[in-house]
Structures are given as C-alpha cells and as structure tokens.
Nanobody
Framework: QVQLEVSGGGSVQAGGSLRLSCAASARTFSVYVMGWFRQAPGKEREFVAAISRSGITTDSADSVKGRFTISRDNVKNTVYLQMNSLKPEDTAIYYC???????????????WGQGTQVTVSS
C-alpha cells in the first residue's frame, strides 16, 4: 500500500504558474504509474496527466497540453505537476494517484492523495 501527500496548491492569477508535488510513502515508488486528476465543482473527476514508472512515457489531457508537465523523481519518491499559463477553467481540486499499470482512466488507479485546491482568477 502507498500513501500519497499532495502539496503546492493555491490561488494565482490567469497566466501564472504553480507546481504541485505528491510525495509517496512507498519504498517501491518506482513500481507505480503515477497520475494527476482534477475535479471542478459539479463535474466529474478528470484525467490531467500520467507518467510511466521510469518517467520516459507521459500523457496529458488535450486541455492542458503545452501548459502542464508531469515529472517524477524516483529517488525522492515524488511526482510533480508543473502548471504554466494557468486559466480560470483550470480551477479545481487536484489529486495525485498511483496505479499498478499504465492507464489514463481514473478507475485504474488504486491509491489517491488527499487533493489540493488550485484557484485561478481572471
């Protein structure tokens, strides 16, 4: 089992940047695929980005392509989400999650962090 602790959320103006971090408790962090998801009020939780165990393969939602970058440090047991050129529609609670195999579907993720609020004002 792995515990995930998310940090780095906050409020920012449109066009600004934030970096989210997700620290994992597992000593075997590198065996997990990691993903970021977000949920806006009244909407379903949606995929944002995923990264393979080695970090070589990444995917991101069309809505964030070119603005958000997912990365991981398997020595620090941490996955990051660098968010640039933020827009008001990026406002949501952001979650990190761990999966046993590579997937973009939230149903494939077994472990979830507590979420962090990101608010982007216009």
């Amino acid at each position: 089992q792995v515990q995930l602790e998310v940090s780095g959320g906050g409020s920012v103006q449109a066009g600004g940047s934030l970096r989210l971090s997700c620290a994992a408790s597992a000593r075997t962090f590198s065996v997990y695929v990691m993903g970021w998801f977000r949920q806006a009020p009244g909407k379903e939780r949606e995929f944002v980005a995923a990264i393979s165990r080695s970090g070589i393969t990444t995917d991101s939602a069309d809505s964030v392509k070119g603005r958000f970058t997912i990365s991981r440090d398997n020595v620090k047991n941490t996955v990051y989400l660098q968010m640039n050129s933020l827009k008001p529609e990026d406002t949501a609670i952001y979650y990190c999650a761990a999966a046993q195999s590579y997937t973009l579907s939230r149903r494939g993720y077994d472990y979830w962090g507590q979420g962090t609020q990101v608010t982007v004002s216009s």
